[in-house]
């Protein structure tokens, strides 16, 4: 079994015990809406597009296992360092890269390095993109604008009007 099913086991373990079916169904739209994006935008930029994708699965786990989001990134960059050594599915290298990102991928505003800069503008992704007509967060804003610019992606909104004109 390839590493990224591994840890899809791992974490559907504990996406599964969550009590909350709504906060469950709300983990899974998102971990893996997340890690969908990290593979995509990796590709484009020539970033490691598996270890992305083991970034966007674990980015929130924290906040999911422990249904706390004070300081998540920073304790989920713990969280995800012990579930990687655990599963024994990453080296030391990997295992840093990915639990950098996780740690800094709250602060939209700073710049990373271009592997943590995925995990970024993939967490952005998934939340504009879950209900293109849901308010875009005001941190969220200029990294969402970037985005859709490097991707050529049409506003929604703009495009649903002409749909109907």
Known sequence: MNRIEV??????????NMTDV????????????VAQ???LI???RGENAELATMAGMLHDIYSYAKMDTK?????????????????????EHETKMICDAIYSHSDKVL?????????????????????PLFEIKPHEKDRYEKLKSEFGIVDFKYWRMEQYD
């Not at 960059?77 to 655990?86: E, G, H, V």
């Open 7 to 16: 840890l899809r086991q791992y974490i559907d373990e504990i996406l599964l």
């Open 22 to 33: 709504e906060e469950r169904r709300c983990a899974y739209l998102h971990l893996y809406g």
């Open 37 to 39: 994006s990290c593979a």
């Open 42 to 44: 990796a590709l484009k």
């Open 71 to 91: 300081d998540h990134a920073h304790k989920g960059s713990i969280l995800a360092r012990d579930i990687l050594t655990s599963l024994n599915v990453t080296n």
């Open 111 to 131: 710049a990373h390095s271009n592997f943590d800069e995925v995990l970024k503008d993939a967490d952005v992704l998934q939340h504009c993109l879950y209900n």
